[in-house]
C-alpha cells in the first residue's frame, strides 16, 4: 500500500478539527434524537438510554472520521489500528477480569477502612443492559481514538515510551470538562492511559484495553461509584461517610489515592509481563 505523506504527529494534528467538528456534530445530532435539551445542567442529568443514543451518534462519527483517516491520509486498512480479532479471546478475558477484581478489591477496601457505608441492592435489568451497552460504546470510541489512532501515530514519530506518555496525558486532559474532577483525578486519568496502553505497545492490539476499559467503567458504576465524575445506574447503592480523596468523592474511584496504588501496580505488573513475554519470543 502507498505510504502516508504525513508523518505520524502530524497525522494527530490533522485529526484535531475535524474530530471537533464531526464527532461534535453527531453528538448534538444524538442528543436532539434522545429528546435532550442541550444546556449544560441538563446534558448532565441525561436518562442511561439518551446517554446511549449520543454515544451511539458520536461513535458513528468517529467510526467515519477514522476510516476516512485511515484510507486517505494513514493509506493503511481500518484493522491495522489493531481491530484484527483472531486469537484474541484471551486478551478480552483478562481485560474483563483484571477491571472486576480492581473494583471488587476497591469496594471491599472502602468498606473495611470505613470510608463508605452500603445501603441497598437496586437491579433493574434494563439499566443494567444499557449501561453495559454505554460502557461498551465509550471503551471502543476512546480506545480506537486514543490508544489505536493517536498512540500508534505516535509510536512512528518518537520513542515508544515518549508516545505513551503523551497519549496518556492526552487521555487525562481530554476528560477536563468532567464534572468534579480534581489534581487526584488528573493524576488517575494519566495512569490509566499508561495502564492502558502498556499492553499496546508491546502487542498492536486493542482487545485487551478495550475490554479492560469497558470493565473498569461498568464494574466502577455497578459498585456504586461514579464514573468519571458521572453518575450513573448502579447495582449496589452506598453513601460516603467523608467526601476525601480515598474514596474519590463525587468523581468516583478513579478519583481516589487507592485507585492510584492499583494501578501503579498493575503498571508494574503488566511491564514485567510483557517484558518477558517480549525476550522469549526474540530468543525463540
Known amino acids: 500500500m502507498e505510504e502516508s505523506e504525513f508523518k505520524g504527529w502530524q497525522r494527530i494534528l490533522l485529526l484535531i478539527l475535524p474530530y471537533i467538528v464531526v464527532v461534535g456534530t453527531f453528538e448534538v445530532v444524538g442528543a436532539i434524537v434522545s429528546g435532550q435539551d442541550l444546556s449544560f445542567d441538563q446534558v448532565q442529568q441525561a436518562t442511561t438510554g439518551q446517554r446511549v443514543i449520543v454515544a451511539v451518534f458520536g461513535f458513528v462519527g468517529l467510526l467515519i472520521l477514522i476510516s476516512v483517516f485511515m484510507k486517505y491520509v494513514d493509506k493503511k486498512p481500518f484493522l491495522d489500528l489493531g481491530l484484527h480479532f483472531k486469537n484474541n479471546k484471551r486478551d478480552i478475558a483478562y481485560g474483563v477480569i483484571a477491571g472486576l477484581l480492581v473494583m471488587l478489591m476497591g469496594y471491599g477496601l472502602l468498606v473495611l477502612f ?7 441492592h437496586d437491579f433493574i435489568g434494563t439499566e443494567f443492559l444499557l449501561t453495559m451497552v454505554l460502557y461498551l460504546i465509550v471503551s471502543f470510541s476512546e480506545e480506537i481514538l486514543l490508544r489505536g489512532y493517536v498512540l500508534r501515530n505516535l509510536m512512528e514519530s518518537m520513542n ?9 496525558l492526552m487521555f487525562s486532559i481530554m476528560h477536563s470538562a468532567n464534572p468534579n474532577i480534581s489534581w487526584v483525578g488528573y493524576i488517575d486519568l494519566f ?5 492502558i496502553g502498556l499492553p499496546y505497545i508491546y502487542t498492536k492490539n486493542l482487545w485487551f484495553p478495550i475490554a479492560f476499559h469497558f470493565s473498569w467503567n461498568f464494574f466502577q458504576s455497578m459498585f456504586g461509584f461514579n464514573v468519571s465524575g458521572m453518575d450513573s445506574y448502579s447495582w449496589i447503592e452506598f453513601s460516603l461517610n467523608e467526601n476525601n480523596i ?8 478513579e478519583g481516589s489515592i487507592l485507585s492510584i ?9 503488566l511491564y514485567f509481563l510483557y517484558r518477558q513475554g517480549t525476550r522469549k519470543m526474540v530468543t525463540q
Open 246 to 253: 480515598i474514596n474519590g468523592g463525587d468523581f468516583g474511584f
Open 191 to 195: 495512569l490509566a492511559g499508561i495502564l
Open 261 to 269: 496504588f492499583f494501578q501503579v501496580g498493575l503498571i508494574i505488573i
Open 114 to 120: 470505613q470510608q463508605l457505608e452500603f445501603k441497598k
Open 160 to 168: 515508544n515510551g515518549l508516545a505513551l506518555l503523551l497519549s496518556a
